[in-house]
């Protein structure tokens, strides 16, 4: 790009990318205080972020002025911000957690995404938004909706939605899972497994755990990494699907006819961004990537992510998620009752003590 064709660029941007990052700094005001008073960020900052923003679409719709740079943020930064996590990633954790384990996690995540999924389609919502609250449900929540969706092509809407509801229920399971010990009779390991299995944040997961105890703490954090390593390769069969699911959305197939999708070569399949996760993934497993660049990096890809999901909520419709809110709940909730039940049979199962 031309120097002055960028200068225009970043001029154009600059407005709603401004408001985005307003909105995010109010939100991560919001989520310290939440940190000084309660120790743990029970709604974070990128929650925050995406309904101050659909709370400020619905009295004010940006004009041609801020959409730009609102636009930008929701695609743009996004994409940069699912690279960046690659960084975070590293097989130790996997090796750490001992094959039975690992089977049982991933077993889990794979029987939750197809339920959940299924539990979306029979409710009627559309397939993307089905893909969205399956991922967040079985993966890891709000992270997982926001890694997805620019792989699936998923609207601001369908964002917003899944984000939200994900986000109350989630703030629900960690006040709420705690109460299953006495009528489980779980053990602080078992409790452990349970939590990581179920509760949607790594924060979340320390929430639900620290008071019952450290050895809970230390095996449900283990189990919740793990299972957040399956973000990557869900979404990397997403980028291969994707094609296929504009195709059944009923969007015209590139180039105008059906057998263009066997035309689209590699780079096309798999976009830029996830090509970017995985060499830095990789990196970081061969030990490329230096420990003091790790906390950096997250930190760099965490604000992007709020940045994103101020601008998504920014260009949100709240009458198109006021339409489908209730089946959005119950396919929610439908979806984390599915994947309470399979994660108490897998502790149950492995015998875990």
């Known amino acids: 790009m031309r120097p002055d064709t960028l200068g225009r660029t970043a001029i154009a941007v600059l407005p709603g990318l401004s408001l985005c990052v307003v909105v995010t700094a109010a939100a991560s005001l919001v989520q310290a205080a939440e940190e000084r008073l309660v120790h743990h960020p029970y709604v974070e900052a990128l929650v925050i972020a995406i309904l101050a923003g659909i709370a400020i679409r619905s009295v004010w719709e940006p004009g041609p002025r801020w959409r730009i740079g609102i636009a930008f943020g929701a695609k743009q930064l996004l994409e940069v911000a699912v690279m960046l996590l690659g960084a975070s990633i590293s097989l130790a954790a996997l090796v750490a957690s001992?094959?039975?384990?690992?089977?049982?996690?991933?077993?889990?995540?794979?029987?939750?995404?197809v339920a959940s999924y299924s539990i979306g389609r029979l409710l009627g919502l559309p397939a993307r938004m089905s893909i969205l609250i399956a991922c967040g449900n079985a993966i890891c929540g709000n992270s997982a909706i926001a890694a997805?969706?620019?792989?699936?092509?998923?609207?601001?809407?369908?964002?917003?939605?899944?984000?939200?509801?994900?986000?109350?229920?989630?703030?629900?399971?960690?006040?709420?899972?705690?109460?299953?010990?006495?009528?489980?009779?779980?053990?602080?390991?078992?409790?452990?497994?349970?939590?990581?299995?179920?509760?949607?944040?790594?924060?979340?997961?320390?929430?639900?755990?620290?008071?019952?105890?450290?050895?809970?703490?230390?095996?449900?954090?283990?189990?919740?990494?793990?299972?957040?390593?399956?973000?990557?390769p869900v979404v990397l069969g997403l980028s291969l699907l994707a094609p296929r699911l504009r195709d059944e959305s009923g969007a015209p197939a590139a180039e105008g006819h059906s057998g263009a999708r066997k035309k689209l070569g590699f780079f096309k399949l798999v976009p830029w961004f996830i090509?970017?996760?995985?060499?830095?993934?990789?990196?970081?497993?061969?030990?490329?990537?230096?420990?003091?660049?790790?906390a950096p990096l997250t930190r760099i890809a965490g604000i992007l992510t709020v940045i994103a999901m101020a601008a998504l909520?920014?260009?949100?419709?709240?009458?198109?998620?006021?339409?489908?809110?209730?089946?959005?709940?119950?396919?929610?909730?439908?979806?984390l009752a599915v994947l309470l039940l399979v994660s108490i049979g897998l502790v149950r199962g492995l015998g875990i003590s």
């Open 98 to 113: 001992g094959p039975t384990l690992l089977a049982g996690i991933v077993a889990t995540v794979v029987i939750a995404l």
């Open 148 to 232: 997805v969706a620019p792989v699936i092509g998923a609207s601001g809407d369908d964002v917003a939605s899944s984000i939200a509801f994900t986000a109350i229920l989630g703030v629900l399971v960690v006040l709420g899972l705690p109460l299953l010990i006495p009528l489980l009779g779980t053990t602080p390991t078992e409790y452990g497994v349970l939590a990581g299995l179920t509760v949607y944040a790594v924060p979340q997961v320390l929430a639900a755990t620290v008071p019952v105890s450290l050895v809970s703490t230390q095996v449900g954090t283990l189990v919740k990494l793990v299972r957040v390593l399956m973000l990557g």
């Open 275 to 294: 090509l970017g996760f995985l060499a830095l993934a990789t990196a970081r497993s061969l030990g490329l990537v230096p420990d003091a660049a790790l």
């Open 313 to 335: 909520g920014l260009g949100v419709d709240v009458r198109v998620v006021a339409r489908v809110g209730g089946r959005v709940t119950l396919a929610v909730v439908a979806s």
